[in-house]
């Protein structure tokens, strides 16, 4: 196979407002991620995906989209946008951006037109109901935020639907004037360079025509957010997304010198396995990536690792191409969930495994979750249901460049807190240290470059015992061996008699494993690459 840039490259998603701030506002901006590139280039990653950088209220962040055509400007302007781009494509950085399909600010003017009245020429952009014969919402659907995903607008006297926030209206994606219109907003950042796009909450785009209620969650406990009382059978994943998400490819494929293949659409979906598998497309190719987000909800033992790998392998359409994530702007940091040294093995794992990685900014240092005062909160997700820790602040702090005031990172208050470690956790101090994860990041990727056979290779589960998972990759005539240690204890692995003689290529420890004797002795917390032949 010959591969194409977005199989065989690293993604590395950057949270605009928290890499690196040049004006003393204490919030991120595109110069500053300008300033940075090199740094991208020194850690060995090949694409930037940047979170919403538009015209924005911030209610959600930038996920409230006030015109999809510009660039907000607390993050600077579009001559600092094409200046961003340029600079990235000319040390061969590709950049992605952040597609907000599904809703837009109530601030955008579309919405503004929706709601000015019941026979406004835009009405029907936005999804429009009368209340239910008690005056209240249309059904039970609930936001994804807590609470009703139903506003009422005293105005014209129908409740709008959101799916996150009220300041979010969904729109109506069933007419062919907002299609068009978004499609247009495609093309707009295409024209300009961009190499694709991440497109937000895909299967949330249409939802049933006749609106009936959800069900009720068997399985819900309040800890998990009011959102998940009922299950989203009617509100998402409808049948109807899949001549859109076709489209958008459509769209995608019919740019670049190069035609098929040279830009990108990932698709953010959370879906069960077989249920995010359609989004590849069927008779009409869909996403090049519907993200898989597995080793995020994955239980961390060895046994449950393989069984998410192999069911994933297996469940791949022909052509299908694999991904993998380890975190993002909205879940807790690998770090936070696992630790600090299986944060190590989790990264081997990562970069190891076939398919497209997506890191996320600060990973990379092992960065934690940072405990946010109820006094600094910013999030509306923990503002609207506080204290079940589903706020995505701890995730969304500060990158630590290095010891200078405020980590290098801003010569003003942050807009959120750095984390308490950052004197000593920072690019500067952690690239002289050959020992630190920053280190082990680096080798990694330089690795994954050097060998087709850790992105490209076929993926052969060898060996699931205890705490350890053991798998092939094989590419032509080059196999490689990697070995994970999920657990505290030592073992020594016996490896396969063709793998007799293998070279260790590189290990999450000081004291590296030992191979002799045809078997590998693997430290706690350890893991290893190895190449047979
Ligand atoms: O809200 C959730 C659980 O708390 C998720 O199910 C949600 O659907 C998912 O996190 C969607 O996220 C994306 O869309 C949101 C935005 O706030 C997130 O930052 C973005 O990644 C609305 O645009
Ligand atoms: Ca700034």
């Not at 590395?12 to 940075?36: E, K, M, V, W």
């Not at 060898?462 to 990759?473: A, G, S």
């Amino acid at each position: 196979m010959t591969a194409l840039w977005w199989q065989t490259c690293v993604i590395y998603q950057i949270y605009p407002r928290s890499f690196q701030d040049t004006n003393g506002d204490g919030i991120g901006d595109l110069s500053g991620i300008a300033r940075r590139l090199d740094y991208l280039v020194s850690l060995g990653v090949d694409a930037i995906w940047i979170s919403p950088i538009y015209p924005s209220l911030m209610v959600d962040f930038g996920y409230d989209v006030a015109d999809y055509c510009n660039i907000d400007a607390r993050f600077g302007d579009l001559t600092d946008f094409d200046d961003l781009l340029m600079q990235a494509h000319r040390r061969g950085l590709k950049v992605l951006l952040d597609f907000v399909p599904n809703h837009s600010s109530d601030q955008h003017p579309w919405f503004v037109e929706s709601r000015a009245s019941r026979h406004n020429e835009k009405r029907n952009w936005y999804i429009w109901r009368d209340a239910a014969a008690d005056g209240g919402p249309p059904n039970n659907w609930i936001s994804d935020f807590g609470g009703s995903a139903w506003q009422w607008d005293e105005v014209t006297g129908q409740y709008y639907y959101h799916a996150f926030l009220k300041e979010q209206p969904d729109l109506n994606w069933r007419h062919p004037a907002v299609q068009a219109a978004m499609y247009d907003v495609m093309r707009f950042w295409l024209d300009r360079g961009v190499d694709g796009f991440r497109i937000d909450v895909l299967w949330h785009m249409v939802k049933a025509a006749d609106f009936p209620d959800n069900p009720p969650n068997p399985t819900y406990r309040f800890e998990m957010g009011e959102m998940h009382r009922l299950l989203q059978l009617h509100s998402t994943d409808q049948p109807e997304v899949h001549r859109l998400a076709a489209e958008m490819r459509e769209i995608a494929d019919g740019y670049g010198a190069r035609g098929q293949g040279d830009r990108v659409l990932i698709g953010e979906i959370y879906l069960p396995v077989d249920r995010l598998m359609h989004y590849y497309g069927g008779e009409r190719p869909e996403m090049h990536l519907p993200f898989n987000f597995q080793l995020i909800d994955t239980r961390w033992d060895a046994r449950s690792l393989a069984t998410v790998i192999t069911n994933y392998e297996a469940a791949l359409p022909p052509g299908g191409w694999p991904n993998w994530v380890l975190g993002n702007h909205d879940r807790p940091r690998v770090a936070a969930r696992r630790g600090q040294a299986q944060a190590r093995v989790a990264a081997v794992l990562l970069l190891t495994l076939r398919g497209t990685p997506t890191l996320y900014y600060g990973d990379e240092l092992g960065l934690s979750d940072v405990m946010i005062e109820s006094s600094q909160v910013r999030d509306p997700r923990e503002l609207r249901e506080p204290g079940l820790a589903l706020g995505r602040d701890p995730v969304r702090t500060p990158m630590p460049w290095d010891d200078s005031e405020n980590a290098g990172f801003t010569n003003a208050k942050p807009w959120l807190p750095l984390h308490a470690d950052w004197p000593t956790r920072n690019v500067a101090r952690m690239t002289q240290d050959t020992q630190s994860i920053l280190a082990l990041y680096r080798r990694l990727l330089a690795l994954r470059r050097a060998c087709p056979t850790l992105s490209i290779g076929d993926f052969v589960l060898l060996n699931v015992e205890d705490d350890t998972l053991v798998y092939e990759r094989r590419h032509d005539a080059e196999r490689m061996i990697v070995a994970l240690n999920l657990g505290e204890r030592q073992h020594r692995l016996q490896l396969p008699d063709w793998a007799r003689g293998s070279r260790l290529l590189l290990s999450t420890i000081e004291d590296a494993a030992l191979v002799e004797d045809g078997a590998v002795l693997l430290g706690s917390n350890e893991a290893v690459v190895l190449k047979a032949s």
